[in-house]
């Protein structure tokens, strides 16, 4: 076993119990600087915290200079020694190194990150070792203790969370945008027409498909087991490069039976609002750093975001704002058309400014599973969204009524047949349910000013790009 060693976390955090003892750090090397006064000062970070902890190395002594040598940017150590109050000003505490062991070098020439800001594009490029930087690191500390908290908001209500499959043979919107699994011979690729099925002879017998969505089986689940949620990846192939799409993504998708609209949409602003709260409280270095780098702004907003209530307007009301806003946006505004991320950001930056929900969508524009709406024209659907961003949130209740279901899915050209199952959920004991998704990048965006989601995500898959 290795050395017991401290987080350097850990040591800013309880600098008044480690202050005068030896602790042993580990870490990479940020920076090194050596003084004419015979010191040598080497910055270590080792991803616990944004802060680097200062090491002193005294070059006086041989059995340390003998090993500090070849030290430089993004080498690896292990360094012993005390830990003491810092005269310098940036930091409070320091360690003196009284031992210091190297694990790997890096060699200056070659190393990629210098010690200046890099653009975050070239970074993307360097995705083995972007996460040394303090953005990626900082992004992936929030990523995490949001993702936690996640799991903590539902759990404490009781929800039930459900493993829903990455592999699916029901598309949940549309075959346009999902990514095909198969183990046919790309040499000898199906022929459309061959068969009364191409897909027969495939792994599962049929077509299938990477998920685009949990919510259709987290259904059949909320149906038995109340309320439930899903977090996992979701894969689209939307063919668009824009800076809030993903071709993999990370959604949580709670399914609440015994919930309509109204609810759902509680349910999302609670959760919207709790994880700000985490943000706020238990990010505080990592948030100062956002808004010291990326967006001086970034606080207050969220601050603001936990105080006010969500604004709710229709989608209808929300088209006549559009129409009346004398904007020349790039996409036309007409009842029946989809809110373009331009609207959407108009009516929550400049109408709002603050979180606005969108309920009520056209019947046209939103996929067969939506409850239909007394009007018979709109369905029981809201987006959430917020500044900076647009949608974070987008949700529904469910239509839990046999005849309206498989009206829409007639409309909307779905056979009953291939979804025999989802029907079948409204013959057996059928409920009023309701459910959303929440993309957890798109939420990290709002919560780092991050301007693009491919910084928000430890891999990021977009049209072209599937390196690291
Ligand atoms: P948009 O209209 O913004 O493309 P959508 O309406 O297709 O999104 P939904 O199907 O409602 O999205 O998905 C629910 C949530 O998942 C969205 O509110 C958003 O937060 C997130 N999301 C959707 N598509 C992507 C994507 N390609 N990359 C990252 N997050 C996404
Ligand atoms: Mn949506």
Redesign the pocket.
């Known amino acids: 076993m290795m050395e017991k060693s401290s987080r350097i976390a850990e040591l800013f955090e309880r600098e008044d119990q480690f202050l005068g003892k030896t602790v042993t750090v580990q870490g990479w090397v940020r920076t090194r600087r050596d003084s004419k006064a015979e010191i040598s000062f080497v910055e270590i970070n080792d991803g616990s915290c944004l802060r680097n902890l200062q090491v002193i190395v005294e070059l006086s002594r041989p059995e340390l200079t003998r090993h500090l040598d070849p030290v430089t940017n993004g080498c690896s150590l292990c360094v012993k020694g005390v830990l003491q109050t810092s005269p310098g000003k940036g930091q409070n505490i320091e360690l003196h190194a009284d031992q210091l062991k190297i694990y790997g070098l890096s060699d200056p020439a070659l190393y990629p990150l210098q010690k200046k800001r890099h653009s975050f594009e070239f970074l993307r490029k360097i995705g083995h070792l972007r996460p040394r930087t303090n953005t990626i690191g900082a992004v992936t500390r929030v990523r995490s203790r949001l993702s936690y908290a996640v799991h903590q908001f539902f759990q404490e209500r009781g929800f039930c969370y459900i493993h829903t499959p990455i592999i699916t043979a029901s598309d949940c ?1 549309g075959a346009g945008e999902t990514f095909r699994v198969t183990t046919l011979d790309p040499g000898h690729p199906v022929v459309e027409g061959q068969a009364d099925d191409p897909f027969r002879d495939d792994f599962f017998g049929k077509a299938a498909y990477l998920t ?2 949990g919510q259709l089986q987290a259904e059949i689940y909320a149906l038995a087991l109340g309320r439930v949620y899903t977090f996992g990846p ?1 894969f ?1 192939a ?1 063919n ?1 490069n824009t800076s ?4 993999e ?1 990370w ?1 949580v998708e709670p399914e609440m039976a015994f919930s309509d609209l109204e609810d759902d949409l509680a349910m999302a602003e609670c959760l919207v609002k709790r994880l700000i709260e985490v943000v706020l409280s238990q990010c505080r270095e990592d948030l100062a750093f956002f808004v010291r780098f990326i967006d001086p702004d970034l606080e207050k907003r969220l601050e603001r975001v936990v105080e006010t209530a969500f604004e709710i307007i229709t989608y209808t009301e929300a088209v006549r704002l559009l129409k009346h806003s004398g904007e020349d946006f790039a996409y036309p505004v007409e009842w029946g058309n ?1 809110l373009q ?1 331009e609207h ?1 950001r108009y009516l929550t930056e400049k109408v709002f400014r603050k979180p606005a929900a969108v309920i009520d969508f056209p019947r046209s524009l939103k996929p067969f599973y939506m409850r239909v709406n007394d009007d018979g024209d709109t369905v029981a659907a809201m ?2 969204l917020v500044p900076g961003i ?6 529904s209740q469910r239509e839990e009524r046999l005849d309206l279901l498989l009206e829409q899915m007639r409309l909307k050209g779905i056979s009953p047949d291939d979804y025999s199952w989802y029907v079948e959920l409204r013959q057996f004991g059928s409920v009023p349910h309701a459910g ?8 990290l965006q709002f919560v780092t000013g991050l301007p693009n ?1 491919r910084e928000v995500i430890p891999f990021p898959r977009s049209p072209g790009h599937a390196q690291f």
């Open positions: 919107e685009v969505s979701t689209r939307e668009s809030r799409h993903l071709a993504f959604m989809d991320a959407e987006d959430i647009g949608e974070i949130v987008g949700g959303f998704g929440l993309g957890l990048e798109r939420f989601i």
